[in-house]
């Protein structure tokens, strides 16, 4: 094998040698970063190479791999040294962070403007406020959010409401925990007036709490919220289209909603489709449970 030694390539290099020294130098160079410098790679290339001349190929060979394998394993246990060292360095820099974000968030609670929002003239600014506090909550935009959030349930709103509650509107709503009314429309205390019950299916008593809201507290504005996957619609549409028997009491709440089923059934084709069979009966359930209050109710009717 010919090379010259002061030169950084190898000029000639039988391909069995080279797919050697290639599977060697890959075996240190894929490993974690900077184990070796492109020059020192050279280096390695060259001593190695030069030691070829007048000996064994095979001999050469191994006795590469031993020494690359050795000096990989030595880099090894010293990345892993640097690696010990440096988790126990973040461990600390997570007190550093923690005290980092206590503090900004100081600063962010100095920045919000407590003055109280005006009363709402009317439904449509009401239901313009729901939009917005929903758009801060699905947008991801939490500084947003909680310096929204911060004003409403700071120590002075706290004890004016201790006087009085004046909610801007009336949500009539699930009783599933996914769709709690605060949280997706991004609204503190004293602001939302919600009634909850499985599938939002209305009862004399929840008449009544919209009447209160309505007559006594004055909301301008009335929201009939379903939700998506609601779990009172898809046991009611289980019941219809499959016979399913509804246990106990569970029963009341799907006679209020089968009629919204049974519209969807006949709307949609039943071949499989749940999802949009489950979507319409959801919809209809909504437009029912809204009639129902404008049949059953003069107060928010007038």
């Not at 040294?81 to 600390?92: G, N």
Request: hydrophobic share 35%; net charge positive; proline share 3%.
């Amino acid at each position: 094998i010919n090379a010259e030694y002061g030169d950084t390539h190898m000029q000639v290099l039988s391909r069995r040698i080279h797919r050697k020294l290639k599977s060697n130098i890959c075996l240190i160079t894929n490993q974690k970063p900077n184990y070796l410098k492109s020059q020192h790679r050279s280096v390695i290339i060259k001593k190695k190479t030069s030691k070829f001349l007048g000996t064994s190929i095979d001999h050469n060979l191994n006795h590469f791999e031993e020494k690359t394998l050795k000096k990989y394993n030595e880099r090894k246990k010293e990345l892993k040294k640097r690696d010990d060292k440096k988790d126990k360095k973040v461990v600390k820099l997570r007190y550093d962070d923690d005290d980092t974000l206590a503090e900004n968030f100081n600063q962010l609670l100095r920045s919000v403007d407590y003055t109280p929002e005006p009363f709402p003239a009317n439904g449509d600014e009401a239901w313009n406020r729901l939009l917005e506090g929903n758009k801060r909550f699905y947008s991801g935009d939490f500084v947003a959010y909680l310096k929204h959030l911060a004003k409403e349930v700071d120590p002075q709103t706290r004890q004016a409401l201790s006087n009085g509650q004046r909610p801007f509107v009336t949500i009539m709503t699930c009783s599933d925990s996914r769709c709690s009314p605060e949280i997706i429309f991004d609204q503190g205390l004293g602001k939302v007036f919600i009634i909850r019950t499985a599938g939002n299916v209305f009862g004399d008593c929840d008449y009544g709490s919209v009447e209160f809201a309505v007559a006594s507290l004055k909301t301008p504005l009335v929201v009939i919220l379903g939700h998506q996957n609601c779990g009172a619609v898809m046991a009611t549409l289980s019941s219809v289209t499959c016979g399913d028997v509804v246990p106990g009491n569970l029963s009341k709440v799907v006679d209020k909603i089968k009629s919204a089923a049974e519209k969807a059934n006949t709307e949609v084709s039943y071949s499989g489709d749940k999802v949009t069979s489950l979507t319409k009966a959801i919809e209809y359930n909504v437009i029912n449970a809204t009639n129902d209050l404008l049949e059953k109710s003069e107060i928010v009717r007038n």
